[in-house]
């Protein structure tokens, strides 16, 4: 992930790779700065971090903004060969659902 945030920032992708940035920092609090091998990256391990987020209080929506970056980063392995795809995201929110907005008067 490390190597994204790299690449991210040569492309002058700032922005991103300060959001890239954000969910490693997440994620290593959640793993107690211990780092995990691609092929441990599974669905029960994705369950597990969702509701770490959930606990410290995150909307829905965050923790699937959460998901979606490090699913582009997992999906981003699986294609380049670093590891077989084991859909660890297929149990976690991923979407987006509408914030509540204050009504018009």
């Known amino acids: 992930m490390?190597?994204?945030?790299?690449?991210?920032?040569?492309?002058?992708?700032?922005?991103?790779?300060?959001?890239?940035r954000c969910t490693l920092k997440?994620?290593?609090?959640?793993?107690e700065d211990k780092d995990v091998l691609l092929e441990d990256i599974d669905s029960d391990l994705m369950l597990?971090?969702?509701?770490?987020?959930?606990?410290?209080?995150?909307?829905?929506?965050?923790?699937?903004?959460?998901?979606?970056?490090?699913?582009?980063?997992?999906?981003r392995a699986v294609e380049k060969d670093l590891t077989t795809n084991r859909n660890p995201?297929?149990?976690?929110?991923?979407g987006i659902d509408k914030t509540l907005s204050e009504p018009f008067h």
């Open 48 to 75: 597990m971090y969702e509701a770490y987020l959930r606990n410290k209080g995150l909307t829905k929506n965050s923790t699937s903004f959460y998901m979606r970056i490090l699913r582009a980063v997992y999906n």
């Open 89 to 94: 995201f297929k149990h976690v929110y991923t």
């Open 2 to 20: 490390q190597g994204v945030i790299a690449q991210l920032q040569q492309m002058g992708k700032q922005r991103t790779s300060e959001t890239y």
């Open 26 to 31: 997440s994620f290593m609090q959640f793993r």
